[in-house]
């Protein structure tokens, strides 16, 4: 069964955060990975997506250069590092698979993580 | 980049009723368009990819349909289950979501 588990890590210093995706039930390397988050009220935002490798990364222009999508391949693991957040960025952050390599739609996703940032 | 425009933006309904959302995109998509069901505190799920192709496990009372432009997404004999906000998604170009539609009982 398909299982993706979202958690929150607060960096020291408290302005940066990292996310991580657990993914479990399939061949972790053979599907794009994405971030998609939702402001409390608001619809569903795409932020992030992530190739098969790594190696090719996207992001959505209100968090370029702010946020770091990547993978761990070998421990099943998507990440995405946040840094100079923003009061805007509070969310619920959903990792989603796609069905494969390429990014496309989504066809499972996390449950969520909430992130709250401090003004 | 790609805007998508659903409507109505709140639909009430009753169980069983037939509804029909819409999803505009301000350029052709071609069928590079998904559906997703989004309930209060659950992960979101995929209904419809490809514009009209049913994703795995969904009951065939939702359909999906259309091209280019225009897309619709239905749902026949409404259940109690179905209740919750659907989402229109493109890659024909990035990706986008539509605002959200949210169904509600009348």
């Known amino acids: 069964e398909v299982h993706l588990l979202e958690s929150v890590e607060v960096q020291p210093g408290g302005r940066s955060l990292r996310l991580s995706c657990a993914a479990s039930?399939?061949?972790?390397?053979?599907?794009?990975m994405t971030w998609v988050r939702q402001v409390p009220g608001k619809g569903l935002e795409w932020v992030s997506s992530i190739s098969v490798s790594g190696a090719t990364t996207y992001y959505s222009d209100s968090v370029k250069g702010r946020f770091t999508i990547s993978r761990d391949n070998s421990n099943n693991t998507l990440y995405l590092q946040m840094n100079s957040l923003r009061v805007e960025d509070a969310a619920t952050y959903y990792c989603a698979r796609s069905p494969k390599r390429v990014i496309g739609y989504f066809d499972f996703w996390g449950q969520g993580t909430v992130l709250a940032v401090p003004s | 980049d790609i805007q998508l425009t659903q409507s109505p933006t709140t639909l009430s309904a009753s169980v069983g009723d037939t509804v029909t959302i819409t999803c505009r995109a301000s350029q052709s998509l071609g069928s590079w368009l998904a559906w997703y069901q989004h309930r209060p505190g659950k992960a979101p799920k995929l209904l419809i990819f490809q514009a009209s192709t049913l994703g795995p496990g969904v009951p065939p009372r939702f359909s999906g349909s259309g091209s280019g432009t225009v897309f619709t997404l239905t749902i026949t004999s409404l259940q109690p289950d179905d209740l919750g906000t659907y989402y229109c998604q493109q890659f024909n170009n990035n990706w986008t979501f539509g605002q959200g539609t949210k169904v509600q009982l009348k």
């Open positions: 039930g399939f061949s972790f390397i053979n599907h794009a």
